[in-house]
């Protein structure tokens, strides 16, 4: 099976940063697409940014300047490096992997998806 372990999350002031970062385990061949979301208390799971190997990356209106996604295909790995962090940007932030090759049990699968379990980004005084 494959794996996502979040990292960075926590407790942060207005005007603050933090980077989030996502790992892939397994017995992974390759990751399609690779990127996170936010779901605030009350509210639905939304995009915040994704990056597709040799594409821009895409981002929500919400988060254009402020923050920046990147990855290292070598170590599976995404980062979300957020600066000028606002009260609105509180949620849990989960990673995505999409259109994931991988071996499991001697058997190949290829396209699927999977999320990690989430990390809280809280911004508050």
């Known amino acids: 099976q494959v794996q996502l372990a979040e990292s960075g999350g926590g407790l942060v002031q207005p005007g603050g940063s933090l980077r989030l970062s996502c790992t892939a385990s397994?017995?992974?061949?390759?990751?399609?697409?690779m990127g996170w979301y936010r779901q605030a208390p009350g509210q639905q799971r939304e995009l915040v940014a994704t990056l597709s190997g040799g594409r821009a990356p895409i981002y929500a209106d919400s988060v254009k300047g402020r923050f920046t996604i990147s990855r290292d295909h070598p170590k599976k790995t995404v980062y979300l490096q957020m600066n000028n962090l606002q009260r609105d940007d509180t949620a849990v932030y989960y990673c995505?992997?999409?259109?994931?090759?991988?071996?499991?049990?001697?058997?190949?699968?290829?396209?699927?998806?999977?999320w990690g379990q989430g990390t809280l980004v809280t911004v508050s005084t």
């Open positions: 397994g017995d992974i061949v390759g990751i399609g697409l």
């Open positions: 995505n992997a999409e259109n994931v090759d991988y071996f499991s049990d001697s058997r190949r699968y290829r396209g699927l998806e999977f």
